[in-house]
């Protein structure tokens, strides 16, 4: 399976202020995605990250709140911008491809809290 | 993404069989059933995926009816480790719908 790293693991964030987080797999991976995990709840899919063109954002997703980027068949950022509280959740970046290319890994996810 | 049904919550005592149910009987020709779990909010773990045959490997074995309409995950000697919250997905996309999932406790 893919080796998929985020960082950062944490953060504590002031409300107003933007997070970018990165997504760095070990291998060439054909599809990259980003999921949100509110407190106590189940995963939900922002977007789909699409290499060298705007990302596929999902009902209830907007791309001023949530730009992607993925410059690269490795490598995906998602920055949450002017955050609240109710931005606190866990982002987790998932990957498609390399041998297994029907199944889903994900990173161990970033733990955000906003302030 | 055909909807699935699944039991809030399951005991298991250590060292016995484990056995999840899914409900999936709006699921397509061409979906998939998935399962994964999250252990203490860990990203999401892959198990196993089937689309009508029964699949195993070595962390579990899948039991999918004749009609599709529901599979069964079985840990077939569950440890404390097993402890975790699984999913059930029927896909035929990349995408993945998850649902509350079965909250499984494992105990000595």
């Known amino acids: 399976s893919a080796v998929i790293s985020q960082k950062p693991s944490r953060d504590i964030c002031q409300r107003g202020t933007s997070l970018t987080i990165q997504c760095q797999v070990d291998?060439?991976?054909?599809?990259m995605f980003w999921y949100r995990q509110q407190p106590g709840q189940s995963l939900t899919l922002i977007a789909t990250?699409?290499?060298?063109?705007?990302?596929?954002?999902e009902s209830g997703f907007v791309i001023d709140k949530f730009p992607i980027s993925r410059p690269n068949l490795t490598f995906s950022t998602l920055t949450v911008s002017n955050m609240s509280p109710e931005d606190s959740s866990i982002y987790l970046c998932?990957?498609?491809?390399?041998?297994?290319?029907?199944?889903?890994?994900f990173g161990a996810g970033t733990r955000l809290s906003v302030l | 993404d055909a909807k699935t049904t699944q039991p809030p919550s399951m005991d298991c005592a250590e060292g016995r069989a484990a056995n999840l149910p899914c409900n999936h009987s709006?699921?397509?020709?061409?979906?998939?059933v998935y399962w994964y779990r999250q252990i203490h909010s860990q990203g999401p773990q892959y198990i196993i995926h089937?689309?009508?045959n029964n699949e195993t490997n070595e962390m579990a074995s899948l039991i999918i009816t004749e009609d599709r309409k529901s599979s069964t995950l079985i840990l077939p000697h569950a440890t404390l480790r097993d402890t975790a919250v699984y999913y059930c997905?029927?896909?035929?996309?990349?995408?993945?719908?998850f649902g509350t999932g079965t909250r499984l406790l494992v105990s000595p």
């Open positions: 998932s990957v498609i491809g390399g041998i297994a290319k029907n199944i889903q890994y």
């Open positions: 291998s060439q991976v054909t599809m």
């Open positions: 990250a699409n290499q060298g063109s705007e990302a596929t954002y």
């Open positions: 709006t699921i397509s020709g061409n979906e998939y």
């Open positions: 089937g689309l009508k």
């Open positions: 997905i029927a896909t035929g996309f990349q995408k993945l719908v």
